[in-house]
Nanobody, 111 residues
Framework: QVQLVESGGGLVQAGGSLRLSCTAS????????MGWYRQRPGKQRDFVAR???????NYANSVKGRFTISRDNAKNTVYLQMNALKLDDTAVYYC?????WGQGTQVTVSS
């Protein structure tokens, strides 16, 4: 059974940075694409970023240039470096791999 465990969320001021981590267990991590989604209050869950098994990345337009997704296959971990955070980035951030979701981690950006 695959488990995805996120960490690194918290409260940060607008313009600040946070790094989210997601550690996977129970699967061949390096073979799978990984990604991040977020759900803002009252909204649906939206795509944020994705990284393929080969390291190719895709980003939502709203985070392009500010967020960076990366992976460390030796640690079975995917990261989301978030810079220049905006109030609108406040959301629960979910780690994703094919068919699986993490439990989510709250990111709150304050003014």
């Amino acid at each position: 059974q695959v488990q995805l465990v996120e960490s690194g969320g918290g409260l940060v001021q607008a313009g600040g940075s946070l790094r989210l981590s997601c550690t996977a267990s129970g699967s061949t991590f390096s073979d799978n694409p990984m990604g991040w989604y977020r759900q803002r209050p009252g909204k649906q869950r939206d795509f944020v970023a994705r990284i393929s098994s080969g390291g190719s990345t895709n980003y939502a337009n709203s985070v392009k240039g500010r967020f960076t997704i990366s992976r460390d296959n030796a640690k079975n971990t995917v990261y989301l470096q978030m810079n220049a955070l905006k109030l609108d980035d406040t959301a629960v951030y979910y780690c994703w791999s094919t068919g699986y979701w993490g439990q989510g981690t709250q990111v709150t950006v304050s003014s």
